[in-house]
């Protein structure tokens, strides 16, 4: 099926709106809520989009139905240029709370072991030897995102929560990042705290127990970082 869109150099189709007598960078109807990406809509009806900074790929819409499809869908036909780890994971993540057992056989494959179920054990293990690996240089986004779900499940059990996601948007495309609200009505980092262990090579797993029932901080309340927020995606 031919695409109904064309993915064209920015200048060269700065050039293109200049024939269509438009300035691209100062002639755009509206500025996108979501990415913040420009939008021309042609004369001939065609939709011209850039990105915000005018210097990544530009695409030219043959349609505006095209065009619409496209926000509809919530999905551009470029992946974002700097690939987080939950880029990499793609629509997985918006399911991301059926994920433990495939994330925990990718650490079993991975790391080389044979855990059969999430314990605590098991997390611990996982999360020594993905340091290691970080070490070593050889630790996957995808290591940290699993690492995120199987220490997540956990957190979750224990404090009678659930996930939710923290939707964001890349150059192009949404980004999802999982979070964890408490039984308690408060919100866990979850992400921010793996991440932030692997990169500062903690691996003592009880500290993040220790850390999610402390009272030496002021827990956010989920009432409260949810107002007038619509980013925010109940997994269950």
Known sequence: MKECYQIKEPNELVDYLKEQGRDAFHDWDYQLQTNYGFVHKLKNGQVAFFDNHYNQKAILFETEKCFDDVIKADRFPIDNPEQEMFDIEGDRMKIFHLQADHYRE??????????????????????KKVIGRKIKTLTTGTDVVALISVIGELVKAETGGKWFLVKRYGTYNPIYEPNILTSAGTVYFMSSRIIGRVKWRTSKLEDIFID?????????????????????????
């Open 106 to 127: 990718h650490l079993n494959r991975v790391l080389k072991f044979d855990f059969p179920e999430i314990t605590k054990e098991a997390a611990q293990a996982y999360l």
């Open 212 to 236: 999610v029932h402390s009272t030496l901080t002021e827990p956010i309340k989920w009432t409260k970082y949810a107002k007038n927020r619509d980013n925010l995606i109940m997994l269950e």
